[in-house]
């Protein structure tokens, strides 16, 4: 990347990602400004023209619909092969092994090698393979597209919103240094007392395992979070919480699969904030901004899509980096 | 960004509800942070309960190294023929998602001959052989490489396991039919039992319902007629603390802890039962 200011945002958004708030850019491209600047001119009719449009759109769940799709079919498929005993997908999403190819969840990997301090070939197998797959798809792709934890929650989600709606509840909104410092903290407990201590409460494992292995009482633990989520704070778990996320989420920095935003054409409605579980990725489309006329969104992004859908203009598309240049 | 700020530009001072609403959102913070440490310290259970052995599959590092290092994928519950192998749960105490066997309801036959679930396990905590790294405790070593009756005519009779996961032992030798010179007659444990073992004489690769396999035996001998390993147990003549001479079965050294023993016993509650992770005491 030769650009400075997409450079500055690159690194920004790892920040961002960390739990720091977005902040106004320091700097913004010439063109970017040009385009600002005109926008304050003309963008109030054209928004409110757009509104009325948008509202009678009828909604898209072209992505959400796709993205659901794969993430029951990755999970049944696991369920299937054992109960089928077929032995094409064995293990649960912690490890397990396609076609006989080892595949091993990053953090969980990263929980094992930190407790018990040693690593086994198959080990580095099987997180080299998932860590070049998530490269490839984009890091937090894990989280929408696979995790059957986020289903859930996106579940809870829905009449958490349902509820805010009808003035029964309010997100109560938290830091979101606290993902890193739970990071750190299972970390260092894994070191400090050689158990896998977040793999005991870690959700997404645990539903894993219920629909694999039968369910079990550690799903209360699951329902208690969804119960958080519902009645006291949005998307709790995965927000502010997960250290799977971050995990994957500093996979997400190399990655070339994101979705990218431009300028041009967005009218800054903020929709697409609306429905995003880590808003904090969207800051740039906030009027005024756009540190460049065409920006790919960051590393916290779990690439769901649910602001390509929302997105009345098109201005957030999924895109993969030199693809286009390639094409 | 360098340049200072005229005075008119500087920050105004945070309203009251803004500094209020700062102060709310920290303490849910600190709110959450308490909970999600507090589950975390669940965590630690099979830790304070490790007193509560439980049998793990077979090749299974000693439980401290086990806890660490297993990753609850279940692979190994996969591959086991005669689904020996089960996840525990949140009240088990031995860590949730971590593979353990219950003998009494199912034990391990190595129906499979080859310790598939070592073969399974993709982070090495269930091992053929311990890495260097790793210490033996005395006596759980096994003095020789067991072999298993079901293959003992085939050029490599015996099985890839070089650690006992148990030790059986007679808990309960006053109920035993064996020792009161009893014979037994009819389906071992009743014919709603699911458990499976291997019949040589039925299928050698194909385990059939216990259930299904009623015995017709002058004098009880299951335990030593069903182990799988060559020379675990056996029927001895002993001495009673009376002095009376009677007969009475007698564990080995070969015996690796599989369980079929307390599986197969048809009194109930079982006379014999695996200690989980005991060594062999000379």
Not at chain 2, 7 to 30: D, G, M, N, V
Request: glycine share 8%; proline share 6%.
């Amino acid at each position: 990347m030769k650009n400075p200011y997409l450079n500055r945002r690159f690194l920004d958004q790892i920040a961002v990602m960390l739990g720091r708030e977005a902040r106004k850019p320091s700097a913004i491209s010439g063109r970017a400004q040009e385009i600002h600047v005109l926008k304050r001119a003309t963008n109030k009719e054209r928004l409110q023209e757009a509104m009325i449009a948008h509202a009678d759109a009828k909604k898209v769940h072209t992505w959400r619909n796709r993205r659901w799709a794969v993430l029951l079919v990755v999970n049944l498929f696991f369920t299937l092969s054992f109960w089928l005993d077929i032995q094409i997908l064995e293990g649960a999403l912690t490890a397990s092994r396609f076609i006989g190819f080892h595949l091993i969840d990053l953090n969980s990997a990263l929980q094992v090698m930190l407790a018990h301090k040693h690593i086994i070939v198959n080990l580095v197998i099987g997180t080299g393979t998932v860590f070049v797959l998530w490269l490839l798809l984009g890091g937090r792709t894990f989280c929408s597209w696979v995790c059957p934890y986020h289903l859930l929650a996106e579940w809870a989600e829905k009449i958490h919103l349902w509820l805010v709606k009808k003035k029964l509840v309010t997100d109560q909104d938290i830091d979101r240094r606290l993902r890193t410092g739970s990071w750190l903290v299972f970390a260092v407990l894994a070191i400090a007392t050689g158990y896998t201590v977040f793999e005991s409460i870690s959700p997404t494992g645990i539903v894993s395992r219920a629909l694999i292995y039968g369910p079990g009482l550690a799903l209360l633990w699951v329902l208690a979070l969804l119960v958080f989520e519902v009645f006291f704070s949005r998307r709790a778990w995965c927000r502010y919480a997960c250290p799977i996320g971050l995990t994957y989420g500093v996979v997400g920095i190399f990655s070339p699969v994101r979705v990218k935003y431009k300028l041009e054409s967005c009218f800054h409605e903020g929709d697409c904030r609306k429905v995003c579980l880590v808003p904090h990725v969207l800051d740039t489309v906030i009027k005024g901004r756009a540190v460049d006329t065409e920006i790919p969104i960051g590393p916290d992004c779990t690439r769901c899509g649910l602001c390509v859908d929302t997105c009345p203009t098109g201005s957030l598309t999924f895109d993969v980096k030199g693809l286009s240049r390639l094409l | 960004m360098s340049e200072t700020k005229p005075p008119a530009a500087a920050k105004p001072p945070a309203s009251r509800e803004r500094i209020q609403q700062a102060r709310r959102k920290w303490l849910r913070t600190i709110l959450l942070t308490g909970g999600v440490t507090g589950a975390a310290l669940s965590g630690f259970l099979p830790l304070v309960y490790a007193r509560t052995k439980r049998l793990r599959p077979p090749g299974a590092l000693d439980e401290r190294d086990f806890l660490a290092s297993c990753i609850k994928c279940g692979q190994c519950v996969q591959v086991c023929p005669v689904q020996a192998i089960k996840l525990a749960d949140l009240v088990d105490g031995v860590g949730v998602g971590t593979p353990y066997i219950d003998a009494r309801e199912q034990a391990c036959d190595f129906s499979c001959d080859a310790v598939q679930c070592i073969l399974a396990c993709p982070t090495g905590s269930l091992v053929y052989k311990k890495p260097a790294f790793l210490g033996v405790r005395k006596g759980a070593k096994l003095a020789a490489a067991p072999i298993l009756k079901a293959k003992e005519k085939d050029p490599e009779p015996t099985l890839n396991l070089s650690e006992r996961i148990g030790v059986a032992r007679l808990t309960r030798p006053e109920a035993c039919l064996a020792i009161q010179g009893k014979g037994f007659k009819g389906q071992v444990r009743g014919a709603s039992f699911k458990g499976r073992l291997r019949y040589m004489e039925v299928d050698r690769w194909k385990p059939i319902g216990v259930s299904e396999h009623p015995y017709d035996l002058a004098e009880c001998d299951l335990c030593v007629r069903e182990c799988p390993v060559k020379g675990a147990i056996s029927i001895e003549t002993v001495f009673a603390p009376d002095g009376s001479k009677r007969k009475s079965p007698v564990v080995h050294e070969p015996c690796v802890g599989c369980g079929v023993c307390e599986m197969i016993c048809p009194v109930e509650p079982t006379c014999i039962v695996v200690d989980a992770r005991e060594v062999w005491n000379t």
